[in-house]
């Protein structure tokens, strides 16, 4: 497995680092480290830097490495362009498995929120993208225990559930899926308009709970009210270390995009949020 971060020496990449010391350490993973110079004012083609110019990265390199522990660490300097330009490129180009972004550091600690490169890599990155709540690096954090995924019976949902199930396994995590209940809606008929009845909440979450590897012990829950601050409600409430959401359900395959949910679920979760790409 290939993880790519981002590091510029802001808090927010240093929140990166330490969510990607936690999974890198539970999956086994290589450790990509990124970052890109800029060169001025003017919007010019990035490049890779050459060892004579790389230098000026190298106390960002040498911080990441002490963050990152005794992993397997490679480095990248590039100069120009914008950083989620090239981290969206480079990932593609390396067939990167996850891409760790941090949050901007402003709005309450403890939120994920996005920033600029995480919201220019959630609308169309190539894998999946991972973002650190603010502050996550104030201290050490070991692997994941709680891991809650929103789940709503589409294939992007499964998607999730499935990379989640592959997580939990690796952390000896137990699984949450959380179900919003749909409310009735009123749509025309032939007889004027009528209530629209959305599928059960109850049996999806059952199925899913039921899909899990049993030796993660799932569980199963269905919220009501808004899905996105519902679902940010219940993570807080159980105390989970990840929550595991899936992409929109239109737009290119094998792209990360936001939906309404994730969107919300993004501005709103009390811990790291992993979004998995739409696939074929």
Known sequence: MNVLVGFDGSDGGRDALELTRVLAEAMGARVLVVTVLPYGPLPIPYEILADEEAERAQPLFDEARE???????ETRAFGGGSPAGVINDLAEREAVD???????????VGRTLIGS???GLLHGAPCEVLTAPRGYAGEEHGPFRTIAVAFDDTEE???A???????????RATIVVYTVAAPVAVVPGAAGYTPAIPPEAGPIVTQAVKSVDERLAATGRVLSGQPGPALAEACEEAG????VSGSRGYGPLARVFLGSVSTQLMHKA??????????G
């Open 67 to 73: 963050r990152l522990g005794g992993l397997e660490v």
């Open 98 to 108: 996850t891409i760790v972004v941090g949050s901007p550091h402003r709005g309450p």
């Open 117 to 119: 490169v995480a919201d």
């Open 157 to 159: 949902a499964k998607a």
């Open 161 to 171: 559930l499935k990379r989640a199930e592959a997580i939990a396994l690796a952390c």
């Open 240 to 243: 989970a270390d990840l929550v």
């Open 270 to 279: 009390p811990c790291p949020v992993l979004v998995v790409p739409r696939l």
